[in-house]
């Protein structure tokens, strides 16, 4: 089976591109945006991640949680949030030395939420070929508000973790980078799993794309629709003008934006 | 829906604090071993609430000026009280307010050990405002004075989130009913509602402390009673922070503290994701 999985992002209308504070990593063998599933050993794994405005680094903590968890080919998102959360020392250490290199000496206004560490949203996915003419399986697990719509011909199979436009809020639960109780992490881990045949699509999103899709699917728009438009690489520009056009319109959220479609064909 | 607009450094809001810096600000509040004077108790709660906010909006790049801030004080005169560099600056952006403390102060507080224990850690306490307290109150003069500011900021960012007023006093103004006043403060409009008047009554009427009630029948005497009637009704959203925060809210629930922490009203601003630990 072939996979496609392509990514689109944004940064909010009014911020600087290097001001992004999403991420998303897919566990790719090669530097292509195709991989095929034909060995039913073999699993793709993906990952977006969303930091949080009111957090120090978030955007960096984003980036080091998505990618922690698919440079691994079996690592729970437990246990890649600890990896993550071992490594984070070091990020800060480089981010402090970097700083202090440029002659730009960490402010007072900086200490302190770099003491308390950065927080972000994880949502994570893992797709498993099967044997030919069997379904292929996934399994998704998510801490926060980013999430996974998975689409079937023109049905929207599962909406994971929100299913509703009305769940999303400005405090969604997010992994830190100083927490390591493994009790409250799994309070708020949302697990789910099944089954994929050729021709679904899964997207996975940050939360102000997310709330947009269940609000259209709420209203019977079928949003996939407009979502399949962008899953090529050449789909960037229309997805830049689409966020343009909703966000103006007021129906989107002006906020950060990713993407990630994979596409089983 | 009113008071759901962005707060974003392309659609700003602002933050005006009136504070009474009147002769009667050096009478004492408190009791047992914490005794204060209202001046201090004000300026402390100002230099709080600018810290809380800057913190709020500092990134790796900087502050960002998601908020403007002034500061206004009155009793010899009525003016901006801001001290060293931003001394008599009016409408200030959150980045200038962050790089110009008037002086960074060393404080301790006390945080947990992770074994179930305190430790005490020192910090950067920043101070943007002093003690004040000389002259008479005319506190009218003051709010409108505020009004004026609003007025200026709303003409020239009419979708803004509405601006927040944050008057601290100990309530007897020498210069007439404030009344007329407030009443033109929260009749400014953005498109996204009218400003919002909070109120910090510190004084020493004794009684129990009050945040953001719903009546007045507990509160001590008339000067607490004209300001929880000249305050603000809270916006549905800040009634739902203040619900987590452990408040009781109901309809009549008004931006009014009396002898109580304001600072939580940074709290009820929204500028994105929280950072909130998980719980």
């Known amino acids: ?265 | 829906m009113p008071y759901t607009a962005e707060i974003s450094r392309a659609n700003p809001t602002c933050f005006v604090f009136v504070v009474d810096q009147s002769g009667s600000m050096q009478d004492q509040i408190g009791g047992g071993e914490v005794v204060q004077r209202k001046a201090q108790v004000v300026s402390d709660a100002i230099n709080r609430l600018l810290y809380e906010l800057t913190l709020k909006c500092a990134k790796e790049e900087g502050v960002r000026d998601y908020f403007h801030v002034a500061c206004l004080g009155y009793g010899a005169s009525v003016g901006s009280a801001f001290a060293g560099a931003l001394r008599e600056r009016e409408m200030v952006p959150l980045s200038e307010i962050a790089t110009n403390p008037a002086r960074l102060e060393e404080r301790t507080k006390k945080t947990p050990d992770g074994a179930g224990g305190l430790v005490e850690q020192t910090v950067k306490f920043p101070v943007w405002l002093d003690p004040v307290a000389d002259g008479g109150t005319p506190m009218t003069q003051a709010l409108a004075q505020a009004r004026r500011l609003v007025s200026d900021w709303v003409d020239a960012h009419p979708s803004c989130f509405p601006p927040v007023v944050l008057h601290l006093t100990d309530g007897e103004s020498t210069d007439g009913d404030p009344s007329t006043a407030t009443q033109g403060i929260m009749s400014l409009l953005s498109t996204d509602g009218n400003a919002l008047l909070f109120n910090l009554h510190v004084s020493s009427a004794g009684g129990t402390p009050a945040t953001f009630p719903d009546n007045d029948a507990a509160l001590p005497d008339q000067f607490a009673k004209l300001l929880f009637s000249i305050s603000s009704y809270l916006p549905e959203h800040m009634k739902v922070y203040a619900k987590q925060q452990g408040l009781a809210t109901s309809d009549g629930t008004r931006g009014f503290v009396y002898n109580a922490d304001v600072t939580s009203i940074v709290q009820f601003l929204d500028i994105g994701t929280r950072a909130s630990d998980l719980r």
């Open chain 1, 1 to 265: 089976m072939q996979v496609d999985a392509v990514a689109h992002w944004g940064q909010k209308l009014g911020c600087d591109p290097r001001e992004y504070e999403d991420a998303y990593s897919v566990g790719a063998s090669g530097d292509t945006d195709v991989w095929t599933l034909s060995d039913t050993s073999r699993r793709l794994r993906v990952a977006v991640s969303d930091g949080a405005t009111e957090s120090m680094l978030s955007g960096r903590w984003a980036g080091v949680l998505a990618k922690q968890y698919t440079a691994s080919s079996r690592a729970q998102m437990r246990t890649s949030i600890r990896r993550a959360q071992d490594r984070w020392p070091r990020v800060l250490h480089d981010y402090k030395a970097a700083r202090e290199h440029a002659d730009k000496p960490i402010a007072w206004y900086e200490e302190p939420g770099l003491d308390r560490g950065a927080h972000a949203t994880l949502l994570v996915a893992e797709f498993r070929a099967r044997a030919e003419s069997e379904p292929g399986m996934w399994t998704a697990e998510a801490v926060g508000d980013s999430c996974l719509f998975q689409v079937a011909g023109d049905a929207l199979v599962c909406a994971f973790p929100f299913t509703e436009a009305a769940q999303f809020d400005t405090s969604p639960a997010l992994v830190q980078t100083g927490q390591r109780n493994r009790r409250l992490l799994d309070k708020h881990c949302r697990r789910a799993a099944g089954s994929y045949r050729d021709g679904d699509t899964f997207f996975l999103c940050t939360d102000a794309l997310a709330a947009w899709f269940l609000a259209q699917a709420e209203r019977k728009a079928e949003p996939w629709r407009i979502w399949r438009g962008f899953s090529a690489a050449a789909g960037a520009a229309a997805f830049r003008e689409w966020t343009a056009v909703e966000r103006s319109a007021g129906r989107l959220k002006n906020d950060d934006v990713t993407l990630l479609t994979v596409s089983m064909a």
